[in-house]
T-cell receptor, first 115, second 113 residues
Framework: EPEVTQTPSHQVTQMGQEVILRCVPISNHLYFYWYRQILGQKVEFLVSFYNNEISEKSEIFDDQFSVERPDGSNFTLKIRSTKLEDSAMYFC?????????????FGPGTRLTVT | GENVEQHPSTLSVQEGDSAVIKCTYSDSASNYFPWYKQELGKRPQLIIDIRSNVGEKKDQRIAVTLNKTAKHFSLHITETQPEDSAVYFCAARHKEYGNKLVFGAGTILRVKS
């Protein structure tokens, strides 16, 4: 069964540094998402992406965040200048708009630790 | 915006008993309600979902019910097993806000053998 994959599994960075989190969505999916989960808390929506543009973003997704689909398979989340409070698990998800709508399948996550 | 409340925050049951987790949502325009199971350090896994045009859906030992009038939906797990122990999250999707999911705070389910 196809799965969403993410790299790296764990990223440690210093405050102020830029990080790029990478995701490979399920191949025939058309809608892509980033969520984050601070340790012990609920999963929070960051951004959704469809047809090469952001379709919706949350208040968390400020100017420090950006997303990109640089090629036909990868979907990336960039944080330009990381803060301590960006430490969290970041999940990528994808859904097939044409098939069964709305079902979102999550990747294994990238644990981001900002020191 | 949409707000999802989930109860209880922790639930302990004896193996073989049933478990029920309840969620309420605030926006009557929400039309899709998935449930995710998350084991420690793993990804959230979709286990069952329900759309607003359906009142109940069942898949083997798990079922979800939806009451649109009261704006609440519930997850029912029968004949619980130790491997059902995990954190369960409910979520709601608002039809006007793309496919964004708003999650509840989660329920830690412990099945004691």
């Amino acid at each position: 069964e196809p799965e969403v994959t993410q790299t790296p599994s764990h990223q440690v960075t210093q405050m102020g540094q830029e990080v790029i989190l990478r995701c490979v969505p399920i191949s025939n999916h058309l809608y892509f998402y980033w969520y984050r989960q601070i340790l012990g808390q609920k999963v929070e929506f960051l951004v959704s992406f469809y047809n090469n543009e952001i379709s919706e973003k949350s208040e968390i997704f400020d100017d420090q965040f950006s997303v990109e689909r640089p090629d036909g398979s990868n979907f990336t989340l960039k944080i330009r200048s990381t803060k301590l409070e960006d430490s969290a698990m970041y999940f990528c998800a994808s859904s097939d708009l044409a098939g069964v709508p709305y079902e979102q399948y999550f990747g294994p996550g990238t644990r981001l630790t900002v020191t | 915006g949409e707000n999802v409340e989930q109860h209880p925050s922790t639930l302990s049951v004896q193996e073989g008993d049933s478990a029920v987790i309840k969620c309420t949502y605030s926006d009557s325009a929400s039309n899709y309600f998935p449930w995710y199971k998350q084991e420690l350090g793993k990804r959230p896994q979709l286990i069952i979902d329900i759309r607003s045009n359906v009142g109940e859906k069942k898949d083997q030992r798990i079922a979800v019910t939806l009451n649109k009038t009261a704006k609440h939906f519930s997850l029912h797990i029968t004949e619980t097993q130790p491997e059902d122990s995990a954190v369960y999250f409910c979520a709601a999707r608002h039809k006007e806000y793309g496919n964004k999911l708003v999650f509840g705070a989660g329920t830690i389910l412990r099945v004691k053998s």
